[in-house]
């Protein structure tokens, strides 16, 4: 057992040495997209068999993921599996870079919130701008070079990213069926998000989506919280909200939702399982609520 150790460790160690080849995620690609004088990636991971003969016929879901960098390995890694294992709708992932050149806290900040705040020193109130670039730039690519069902568009944000999706949903809910919203920074802006949906009201009513918020139990500023906002308490208004508005005697539209409050996570923790246990619920070839959504 010691020689047999011996030898393992002596191969791991030469493989360590001599093997300098970068990691790569299988079926990628990485393409740059212009929005006038800013520039992002896209990272896009085609599904298993997505070039297979028996498939050239077929369109896939595709999931949109904010934060690229950190998310998009994230997502990938937590999908394979269930993808592989048939356990889950196989579908398209496109990572969607910070801006190329720009540190990516201040490009989250400016592209991500939805109202200009003069309280913070980074540039902020992009994000009708950057709606508009996944609009007219991203969306029409993935569909003119990728078979992709349009019908099937989930977007994936978290933090100030799941505040986008929100926005999204309220100003643009036309562009995406699905969200995944993990730990949503609700609370920007002394709360604006809700006064779009007070002002949306009639908008939700007519949208039929399907939405999954998912937040860290340690997600709030009472005791034991970890946050400097109490960002259990909006999301669980978000939720009512949108509940609220769901009209019974219109079957045909409303909004699917669903919380998440994920025990013992605080805000640098939860996303992880907001955004498995989202797509989940969405993609599960058992009981997803996807292809609820016509």
């Given at each position: 057992?010691?020689?047999?150790?011996?030898?393992?460790?002596?191969?791991?160690?030469?493989?360590?040495?001599?093997?300098?080849?970068?990691?790569?995620?299988?079926?990628?690609?990485?393409?740059?997209?212009?929005?006038?004088?800013?520039?992002?990636?896209?990272?896009?991971?085609?599904?298993?068999?997505?070039?297979?003969?028996?498939?050239?016929?077929?369109?896939?879901?595709?999931?949109?993921?904010?934060?690229?960098?950190?998310?998009?390995?994230?997502?990938?890694?937590?999908?394979?599996?269930?993808?592989?294992?048939?356990?889950?709708?196989?579908?398209?992932?496109?990572?969607?870079?910070?801006?190329?050149?720009?540190?990516?806290?201040?490009?989250?900040?400016?592209?991500?919130?939805?109202?200009?705040?003069?309280?913070?020193?980074?540039?902020?109130?992009?994000?009708?701008?950057?709606?508009?670039?996944?609009?007219?730039?991203i969306l029409p690519y993935m569909q003119q070079n990728f078979r992709t069902e349009p019908k099937q568009r989930t977007f994936v944000g978290n933090s100030l990213g799941g505040l986008l999706g929100g926005y999204i949903?309220?100003?643009?809910?036309?562009?995406?069926?699905?969200?995944?919203?993990?730990?949503?920074?609700?609370?920007?802006?002394?709360?604006?998000?809700?006064?779009?949906?007070?002002?949306?009201?009639?908008t939700l009513s007519n949208i039929k989506a399907n939405v999954f918020i998912g937040i860290g139990a340690l997600e709030h500023n009472r005791d034991g919280g970890l946050s400097n906002f109490d960002m259990v308490a909006d999301a669980q208004q978000f939720k009512t909200t949108i509940d609220s508005i769901n009209s019974p005697k219109n079957t045909a539209r409303g909004i699917n939702s669903k919380l998440l409050i994920i025990d013992e996570a605080s805000h640098e923790t939860a996303f992880p399982t907001s955004a498995i246990q989202g797509l989940y619920w969405l993609f599960n070839l058992n009981n997803g609520v996807s292809e609820n959504v016509n």
């Open positions: 057992m010691a020689l047999i150790s011996l030898l393992s460790l002596s191969a791991l160690t030469s493989a360590s040495a001599d093997d300098n080849t970068a990691f790569t995620i299988p079926r990628t690609q990485t393409v740059a997209l212009q929005d006038s004088d800013r520039s992002y990636e896209l990272y896009i991971k085609l599904p298993k068999g997505y070039s297979a003969e028996r498939n050239k016929a077929k369109h896939y879901p595709v999931i949109y993921i904010t934060d690229a960098m950190y998310a998009f390995q994230i997502i990938s890694g937590a999908t394979r599996f269930p993808m592989n294992s048939n356990k889950m709708q196989q579908a398209i992932l496109v990572g969607i870079s910070w801006q190329n050149g720009l540190r990516g806290d201040k490009s989250r900040v400016r592209d991500f919130t939805p109202s200009i705040d003069n309280s913070w020193k980074k540039q902020t109130g992009g994000a009708d701008r950057h709606i508009a670039f996944l609009q007219h730039k949903l309220l100003k643009n809910p036309e562009l995406f069926r699905n969200y995944v919203l993990g730990s949503p920074s609700l609370w920007w802006d002394k709360q604006m998000i809700f006064e779009v949906m007070k002002q949306q009201k009639k």
